[in-house]
């Protein structure tokens, strides 16, 4: 089954302490991306990764970090989280990045207090 | 950039009913359309995938359109049903872009 595999799916923690959210994808895609959906501003792009070791920043990339260093993960690092990266995170990957049908994971809430 | 809108923010109709729920973007120079549906707290599901070529998509009970001169693309639901009800996203991706999301129109489908 195709999938998108996001952990943790919940997460409350404390500004400055580092974490990860990990994106996994079993379809063999080569493009991955991270948005982040909020009330009223809707999904805004975080980072995205065309292939392995390529990664470029969205509209909104300031606090994390992301590697590809396999194709199938691309994981989201919040060096030094703060109240403001509170949100809902979501993980997509597709075949390529020139817009076929997009795969997205579950979503990962995470709060920052 | 590209700019995308959603016409109504939210619905509400009876159980049976035929819908449109309007997309619109700024830039018409748009490689594809895709529409998704979310369900409250989960990710996002494609449903149908307009390439730039392409004037309709149908799936099922689902047809989507796409005027790519004016820019505007429409989906349609046939004789809706209350699992019907999501939030439902339109997203353009344009040559040199990335994806650019609409805000979504919220739907409820009554019983």
């Known amino acids: 089954e195709a999938q998108v595999t996001q952990n943790p799916r919940y997460l409350i923690t404390v500004t400055g302490k580092k974490l990860t959210v990990t994106c996994s994808q079993n379809?063999?895609?080569?493009?991955m991306s991270w948005y982040r959906q909020d009330p009223g501003l809707g999904l805004r792009q975080i980072y995205y990764?065309?292939?392995?070791?390529?990664?470029d920043k969205g509209d909104v990339p300031e606090g994390y970090k992301v590697s590809r260093k396999e194709k199938r993960n691309f994981p989201l690092i919040l060096e030094s989280p703060s109240p403001n990266q509170t949100s809902l995170y979501f993980c997509?990957?597709?075949?390529?990045?020139?817009?076929?049908?997009?795969?997205f994971g579950e979503g990962s809430w995470l709060t920052v207090v | 950039k590209q700019e995308v809108t959603q016409i109504p923010a939210a619905l509400s109709v009876p159980e049976g009913e035929n819908l449109v729920l309007n997309c619109s973007f700024t830039d018409s120079a748009i490689y594809n359309l895709q529409w998704f549906r979310q369900d409250p707290g989960k990710g996002l599901t494609s449903l149908l995938l307009i390439q730039s070529s392409q004037r309709e998509q149908t799936s099922g009970r689902l047809n989507a359109s796409l005027d790519k001169s004016s820019g505007r693309s429409t989906l349609y639901i046939a004789a809706s049903q209350p699992g019907d009800s999501a939030t439902y996203l339109c997203a353009v991706f344009n040559y040199g872009q990335n994806f650019v999301f609409g805000p979504g129109t919220r739907l409820s489908v009554l019983p």
């Open positions: 997509a990957s597709s075949l390529s990045r020139t817009g076929n049908t997009i795969y």
């Open positions: 990764s065309m292939n392995v070791e390529v990664t």
């Open positions: 379809m063999n895609h080569e493009y």
